[in-house]
Each structure stands twice: as C-alpha cells, then as structure tokens.
C-alpha cells in the first residue's frame, strides 16, 4: 500500500520504455505503487503508468512515483505533456494565423528573441511554457494565457526525465547541469 501523506493527490502519466511485464506490474504493487493504473500497447509493446500519488507538491509526487517505478524494475522516459507544440499549436492555442506566428519566431516581425525550438529536424518543436512567457512579456498578460505552475512542473519533469534516458540512467557529471 502506498504510505498516507499529506497533501492532495496528483495525476500524472509516465511514458515507460516497454510495456510491463505481469511480474513488473506485480512488483510495483509490493513496492507502492498501487496508484499506478497501468495502459498497455501490445502493437508496439510500449506501456504507460498513470499515477494518482498523494504528496505535499507535484514535484514530491512526481519524484515519489519515479522511485517506485524503479523499484518494480521499470524505466520511465517520459511524462506525458502538452508542451512540445509546433508553430501551428502555437497559431491555435494563441489565436493567431500560422503566418502570423511563423514571421514572430523567424524574427521578421515583433521584437525577435522568440524562444528557439526545442528541436527542429522536420517540424521545430517549442516549449510551450517558454512560448507562452514570450507572449506575456512581448504582449502582455491573458495573450496567452501562461501555463499553471502545474503545466510547468510536469513540461520541466518531462525534460528532465527525457534527457536522463538520453544519457541511459548514468548521467555521471552530466547530472550537474540540473543541479543548482
């Protein structure tokens, strides 16, 4: 069972790297993780965990729940998040033309400095959370609306989590790069 805290209940989603075995998902009940409700793809034998983790913050909960996730033999490579966009999602979620945002992040109008992509082989892909603090500084606040500190925490975990599977599980003297 997973410990009582204080605090309220988080729901998140941990993308993992396979789908779970039977035995794994037996192990993260015995290691606490019976907050975890798990989805599987066997098409591509890709799996998720959905987690409902009491804790004081989201990024206690989030934390808590990659721990036992690990514990039960697992690896999770991702948290599920809205904030990779293209220029397109970016032209939707701020009312504006695709042409329109695309000479904005190509500095051919507004005051330049938009936030570089995040990556840009094909389709460049932004941060939202960066996006839209852009906006709010260039045009002021509600244009858009800027993402909730939980947007943030889960955009920030997703990163973070996504750049440790990079470096395997073993970012050695990389890890100094999060640290402050």
Known sequence: MTEQMTGETFEFT???SAAPTGEQLDSLFEVGGDDATPELNPKTNTGSLHFARRAPTLAEALVSALHTVEAAGLRA???ESNDLVTLRDIA???GRTYEGVRLLATGQRGPGAFPP???SSGAAL???VQVADWFDAVFGPGAPALPSE???TIATADHLIRARALAGGESGV???LVGT
């Open 14 to 16: 941990f993308v993992l």
């Open 77 to 79: 490579v991702a948290v």
């Open 92 to 94: 939707a979620r701020t």
């Open 117 to 119: 992509p995040m990556a």
């Open 126 to 128: 932004y941060s939202w």
């Open 150 to 152: 939980f947007d943030r």
């Open 174 to 176: 990389l890890a100094g």
